[in-house]
């Protein structure tokens, strides 16, 4: 019995705050006492080598962590100053108000785009007052519009790659999240649809605060505020090194192995 | 200077010199096979020779081949040949049944066999075929198997998605349960129903009993059959609808099983198929009746397997003839529930843009109630050119 007004899309965008998280999948210890803050309207990127924690971290700040079997977790995440652990959120509510997009694109296929873009609000079944403007502003805002207007009756997989994933990003825009994260979402895709979302990103980041996790050095540097990077010794969890300004860690950071990764030189 | 463009080559044409290799190589087999099968040493039937004369032509077409072109070629084709084989083999069986069931029964089919039924049958009558028919054995099996084909499906959806969705413990005592079940015999299925219902006198002969035995019998198949469309549905689909905020339950009602639609649907449809055919568990449950008995809940029931094989065994040459026509009857209703499958399990673009016609001008009229007359032409006009650019 969620209120309308409560999840439109002017609801805004709201900072996320992780302290201490640790995370085990089975008895081994993947993430230890990361702390992190992700400040209200800007786009953080978490970089570091595969196997580091960076997605796990980031299915943490959603809950889609606790989902996988043997999962477990400790330390706190802080939507706006509530702790969306401490049992007053429920999962799926977490999960509206934080949203996320995967590195594989994965529209609904048994849906046309239409359903797709509304997909999250009929699975809550929140009322719509408006159903196409609201298909029209989140496609527009993941400049998806011009190229899927005439189409909306398609069955979503009718698509291209880098245009699912922006359907992905609409569909996700759709519920209104204050927080969207997106884990590697543009390593399937190709530079032109990468460039794309890219300008997708930059243009949402007044409403929703985005966390992305990239493998693209360039990109965290093209698309982020803040940086994060995160590295995991052998036989070690992952913990993060350095989280900062992009500018200075990719300028001036302070740890040698920050310096060394972003210029390419390890992982 | 004109482009000059290079002869375009397709390497892997099967061309004149290999179809003279295959049919030289069939050629001489045979002849081989026929000197030493029937004339040296005096062997004899058809079976033995076909048998022989494929065993030898592989073995001179792989020799062959390996001398002209090439011992991989050869290894390749005699390999491709043995596959062709098999897939030949298997349709031409089918198609021989099918065929043969037809040729001997469509022949044989006339507008009374769906209207009456054996009441009237008497053997000395010499217009027989004109007073008697099938109608209470198509009656019987529609509702048998349909009675069963509701219970089970159901069952097995909600099985399939325990074992797939749910998981936990107890999957694996489940799906060795319904992996067990489906080796059951299905006499045994209905013996089980005869000796626990009809034995115990809690209930007489009835299509429902008939309908219980069925639902035990094809609830593995459509289960098993059911939970590997469910593993298909990539796991990415299941993610991305938990971001979204949808509960468990909404992301396989709503995404896990529209994805997997047409499987299901399949599934279900060779669960009834093979409930149309089963005749060992009619035996002691629908039991058989030569009168028309609509209600599956009381009372004995025809089934076509079972007046099929009434029919066989009798020495009656009419009544073989309504039998081949019976096997006819039964064909053509598996093969429209096969047809069926096929229709429903499409994808449903098309119906969806119907369906968005029609919400689109339902919606345009309900927003513009006072003029509606007027209005809901000039709509519909308009929504009908904007669907069709």
Redesign the interface.
């Known amino acids: 019995m969620t209120s309308d007004d409560s999840l439109s899309l002017t609801r805004g965008a709201a900072g996320l705050v992780a302290t201490d998280v640790c995370a085990w999948f089975g008895g081994r210890l993947v993430l230890e006492n990361v702390s992190l803050g992700m400040p209200r309207s800007t786009v953080t990127a978490l970089i570091g080598p595969s196997g580091c924690g960076k997605s796990t971290f980031l299915r943490i700040l ?1 809950r ?1 962590h606790e ?1 996988v079997p043997g999962a477990q977790l400790a330390g706190s995440v802080e939507l706006d100053g509530t702790d969306i652990y401490a049992g007053r959120l429920r999962a ?5 108000h934080i ?2 997009v ?1 590195q ?1 694109p ?1 529209p ?5 785009i ?1 359903d797709n873009v509304l ?2 609000l ?3 079944r929140i009322p719509v007052a408006d159903r196409d403007a609201l298909v029209e502003m989140s496609l527009s805002k993941a400049g998806l519009w011009n190229e899927a207007k ?1 189409r909306l ?3 979503g997989g009718a698509l291209s790659g880098g245009q699912q994933q922006r359907l ?1 990003i609409a ?2 825009l759709a ?1 209104g999240p204050r927080v969207l994260l997106m884990d590697e979402p543009c390593s399937a895709l190709d530079p032109t649809s990468t460039a794309r979302i890219e300008q997708t990103i930059a243009e949402i980041a007044d409403d929703v605060t985005v966390v992305i996790v990239t493998h693209n050095m360039q990109q965290a540097q093209r698309v982020s505020d803040t940086c994060a990077f995160f590295l995991a010794a052998e036989n070690e969890p992952g913990r993060i090194i350095e989280a900062g300004p992009t500018d200075v860690i990719f300028s001036n950071p302070n740890d040698a192995r920050t310096m060394d990764y972003v210029h390419g030189r390890f992982g | 200077m004109p482009r000059r463009i290079g002869t375009p080559l397709r390497p892997r044409d099967f061309g004149l010199a290999d179809v003279g290799i295959l049919v030289a190589s069939l050629f001489s087999s045979f002849l081989l096979v026929w000197v030493v099968f029937y004339q040296l040493t005096l062997l004899s039937g058809g079976f033995g020779f076909l048998v022989c004369w494929y065993g030898s032509f592989l073995t001179l077409y792989w020799t062959v081949t390996s001398q002209i072109i090439d011992r991989r070629v050869a290894t390749d084709r005699v390999f491709s040949t043995l596959v062709i084989t098999g897939a030949s083999l298997v349709v031409g069986i089918v198609a021989f049944i099918v065929g043969w069931v037809t040729w001997k029964g469509a022949t044989h089919v006339r507008a009374n066999f769906f209207t009456k039924d054996m009441s009237h049958f008497s053997p000395a009558d010499p217009h027989v075929l004109n007073k008697i028919g099938v109608a209470h054995a198509i009656v019987g099996t529609v509702e048998q198997v349909g009675i069963a084909a509701a219970i089970a499906i159901p069952v097995a959806v909600v099985t399939a998605v325990f074992l797939n969705e749910v998981g936990g413990r107890g999957t694996r005592l489940v799906r060795t349960v319904v992996t067990a079940m489906s080796g059951l015999p299905s006499i045994v299925a209905g013996v089980f129903i005869y000796s626990i219902l009809v034995e115990t006198s809690l209930s007489h002969y009835a299509g429902f009993l008939a309908s219980l035995a069925l639902f035990i019998l094809i609830l593995p198949s459509v289960t098993r059959t059911t939970e590997e469309v469910l593993r298909i549905v ?1 796991g ?2 299941r ?9 468990e339950f ?2 396989v009602w ?2 896990v099983l ?2 997997a ?1 047409s499987g299901m649907i399949t599934a279900s449809l060779l669960g009834i198929a093979i409930a149309v055919g089963e005749t060992a568990p009619l035996f002691f449950t629908a039991f058989g009746n030569n009168n028309m008995n609509p209600n599956p809940l009381h009372g004995a029931q025809q089934a076509l397997p079972l007046v099929l094989l009434d029919f066989v065994r009798t020495p009656q040459g009419a009544l073989v003839n309504l039998a081949y026509a019976t096997a006819f009857i039964l064909l053509s209703l598996v093969l429209i529930l096969f047809v069926l499958a096929r229709v429903l399990g499409r ?3 098309k119906k ?2 119907w369906r ?1 016609r029609l919400r689109s001008l339902t919606q345009r009229s309900k927003t513009s109630e006072i003029d509606l007359p007027k209005n809901v032409l000039m709509m519909s006009a308009t929504s009908i050119q904007k669907e069709s ?1």
């Open positions: 959603n889609m989902l799926t509510d977490t999960r509206r949203g996320m995967f594989k994965n609904f296929p048994a849906m046309s239409y997909a999250g009929k699975f809550s005439n009756r398609e069955l992905c569909r996700a519920v | 990539p990415g689909l993610e991305a609808s938990l971001a979204l905020g949808a509960s909404r992301t709503s995404v529209p994805t639609r994808p449903r673009t969806a843009v968005a650019p």
